[in-house]
């Protein structure tokens, strides 16, 4: 065979292979690519510790390759928060334990008594059921998630009056929704949503992300411009962030 043909030969070869590749091996993780002729653009999904990297089948390796490289900060972020969650040992629901709110805790009792309520009494939360015979975790697990959910529901409602009178905007409404891995979104609209798990953590990271999703109003965007206006409301804001990427998994039920 003539050495051009060889030479041809080899890079097509060394091509074909490069954009078959099914993973990436990225900083401290391996992402498995998914090809599909359907899919017209590129989305990233992290699944049980595993990385999934789902793209146009005309995609070429090298763009896959650099769209994994942008995204390895939020990819290793992602990969801690489920390692956290996994590690997490399960609730009992059961008295003795501890349950956060606004950066206290708070031990949990079980009493028995005519209906089920839930109430904070110096440091002990007090969940009273009516029957002890009963395997009550479901009911307690209900009763603390409606707890925190009311609880957030007026807190956040005062502090978003009062950081939106400071910072000059007027959100149309405050939704507490339930996120597995973000603490609130601000629409274009001007609806506010917050997770009530939020409630779990000290009062200065509630404040921040408060003034973050009430800085959305200014700049829809992470802009410098929007983290300039998250400064002046909240300066240590970048502590409270760091806060929520190292003990956010544990703040849930």
């Known amino acids: 065979m003539p050495v051009l043909k060889v030479i041809a030969y080899a890079i097509f070869n060394k091509l074909f292979l490069r954009e078959s590749m ?6 401290g993780f391996t992402a498995e690519i998914i090809r599909s002729s359907k899919r017209k653009t590129s989305a990233i999904k992290i699944q049980k510790g595993q990385v999934y990297v789902m793209v146009p089948k005309w995609l070429s390796q090298v763009a896959i390759e650099s769209l994994v490289i942008n995204k390895t900060r939020w990819i290793t972020e992602k990969l801690t928060h489920q390692q956290s969650l996994l590690a997490l040992p399960a609730k009992a ?13 708070y031990v949990l009792t079980v009493v028995i008594g ?13 969940v009273t059921v ?18 925190y959910k009311q609880e957030a529901l007026v807190a956040l409602k005062l502090k978003m009056q009062h950081y939106a009178a400071i910072i000059g905007v007027q959100p149309t409404s405050i939704t507490i929704k339930t996120y597995k891995a973000r603490w609130g979104s601000c629409s274009l609209s001007g609806a506010i949503q917050f997770n009530w798990k939020l409630m779990m953590a000290p009062e200065c990271v509630v404040d921040y992300v408060v ?13 410098p411009a ?8 909240c300066p240590d804001y970048r502590n ?14």
């Open 226 to 233: 929007f983290w300039a206006a998250v400064s002046q409301y």
């Open 240 to 253: 409270h962030s760091a806060w929520l990427k190292r003990h956010g998994a544990s703040l849930d039920i």
């Open 130 to 147: 009516r029957d002890q015979c009963l395997d009550n975790k479901a009911i307690i697990k209900a009763l603390l998630i409606n707890w």
């Open 93 to 105: 629901f059961s008295s003795g334990e501890r349950y956060g709110y606004l950066g206290c805790e």
């Open 211 to 223: 003034v973050h999703e009430l800085c959305h109003l200014l700049h829809h965007n992470h802009s």
């Open 114 to 126: 005519m209906t089920t309520t839930i109430k904070l009494d110096q440091d002990h939360l007090i």
């Open 22 to 27: 099914k993973v990436i091996q990225g900083d």
